[in-house]
């Protein structure tokens, strides 16, 4: 019976022990507002450097829709006979136009060989080379800005719809 109440004893203070070391670890995690998991400062910061970006992003989309309403109106030009119109810009500016009364033709540097480039008669679905006369009301496009393509008029008078940098000379 000895044994048995030794046993009983050692496993009392066992049990003891842990609930001691339970408590202490208890006592260590507290959950109060003082210490939580997440520091309210930290959601804080988080929130407004979130709340910023999203302002940024905000800024921007209002950016680009006011530049798309700026690039999708046509204005219309008139160009006297000898006046060229060329794509002007950066490489990655395209320019659109519509001839609607008067002749032009393409102006364009690349001539001969691998190089020869035009614009493209989107209406048609073809490319128009250096000195080919331009349908009335195609939708003419020049893919570059900056590169020597253009129209020149042939007519006494011609009206022309441009969408996209350009300038005449």
Request: aromatic residues 6%.
């Amino acid at each position: 019976m000895k044994l048995t109440k030794k046993t009983a004893a050692i496993i009392s203070l066992l049990a003891a022990c842990v609930l001691f070391a339970a408590a202490v670890f208890a006592a260590g995690t507290d959950q109060s507002t003082n210490d939580p998991l997440v520091a309210k400062s930290y959601l804080d910061q988080q929130m407004s450097a979130m709340q910023a970006k999203i302002d940024a992003l905000q800024n921007k989309l209002t950016s680009l829709e006011s530049n798309q309403k700026d690039a999708s109106t046509f204005t219309v030009v008139t160009m006297t006979k000898g006046q060229t119109l060329y794509a002007s810009g950066s490489s990655g500016s395209s320019v659109e136009l519509i001839v609607r009364r008067g002749d032009a033709k393409v102006v364009s540097p690349f001539k001969t060989g691998e190089t020869k480039q035009g614009v493209a008669d989107v209406t048609k679905g073809i490319e128009i080379f250096d000195a080919e006369a331009i349908t009335l009301n195609d939708l003419i496009l020049i893919p570059r800005g900056g590169d020597g393509r253009g129209i020149t008029v042939t007519s006494d008078i011609a009206y022309v719809m441009v969408r996209g940098s350009y300038e005449i000379k």
